[in-house]
């Protein structure tokens, strides 16, 4: 099976714009959830989505926004970009999502806003 | 917020030489899980274990978890230049989406 894929890899923002990032879960997998990773703050959960339905947020502004489409894929949104907002976001898979089984992560998408 | 803690947070070996990593957490859990990271890369599943488990062996890798310390480790025999990386440690409390610990920064000297 193809793992998981995130496009695109970089981006360079400036503040005030802003930015969607796409992933492609592994075939078959229904839970798709999407993390921050900082060097200050470590990996933070933003959210997670099971058959298009968001399940649960993490502690992060309504700036930051997701949708799950039919066929899985997710995209995830971040408008009126902050400089804080620079950060690697990753996405992962798994069939039940929650912790239950295992995730796969993508590569992530390395996100600069200047 | 965080569920996990790993200690110690940096570790450096001489390749061959054993590596061990401890994860704390704080509510019960379902299961526990490690990953890896190389740097700036996505995480590599490791091991999941779950709460009714004591041991897991895996290659080189052995987890154990004792759920009455809420504590885990990861222990890498015969380490190799190519396992420097991230370790972390992660935990769904309530069946709620995984948190994972800040890790350890793993460096192995050839």
């Known amino acids: 099976k193809a793992g998981v894929t995130q496009t695109p890899r970089y981006l360079i923002k400036t503040r005030g714009q802003q930015v969607t990032l796409s992933c492609s879960p592994i075939s078959g997998h229904r839970s798709v959830s999407w993390y921050q990773q900082t060097p200050g703050q470590g990996l933070q959960f933003l959210f997670e989505y099971f058959s298009e339905t968001q399940r649960n947020k993490g502690n992060f502004p309504g700036r930051f926004s997701g949708r799950q489409f039919s066929n899985s894929r997710s995209e995830m949104n971040v408008s009126t970009l902050e400089l804080g907002d620079s950060a690697l976001y990753l996405c992962?898979?798994?069939?039940f999502g929650r912790g239950q089984d295992t995730q796969y992560f993508g590569p992530g998408t390395r996100l600069t806003v200047l | 917020s965080q569920q996990g803690e790993e200690d110690p947070q940096a570790l450096s070996i001489q390749e061959g030489e054993n590596a061990t990593m401890n994860c704390s957490y704080k509510t019960s859990i379902n299961n526990l899980q490690w990953y890896r990271q190389n740097s700036g890369r996505g995480l590599v599943h490791l091991i999941l274990i779950r709460s009714n488990e004591r041991e897991k062996h895996s290659g080189r890798l052995r987890v154990t978890l004792d759920t009455s310390k809420k504590s885990s480790s990861l222990l890498i025999t015969a380490s190799r230049a190519a396992d420097t990386a991230s370790y972390f440690c992660?935990?769904?409390?309530?069946?709620?989406?995984?948190?994972f610990g800040a890790g350890t920064r793993l460096t192995v000297k050839p």
């Open positions: 992660a935990t769904a409390p309530g069946n709620n989406d995984m948190r």
């Open positions: 992962a898979s798994s069939s």
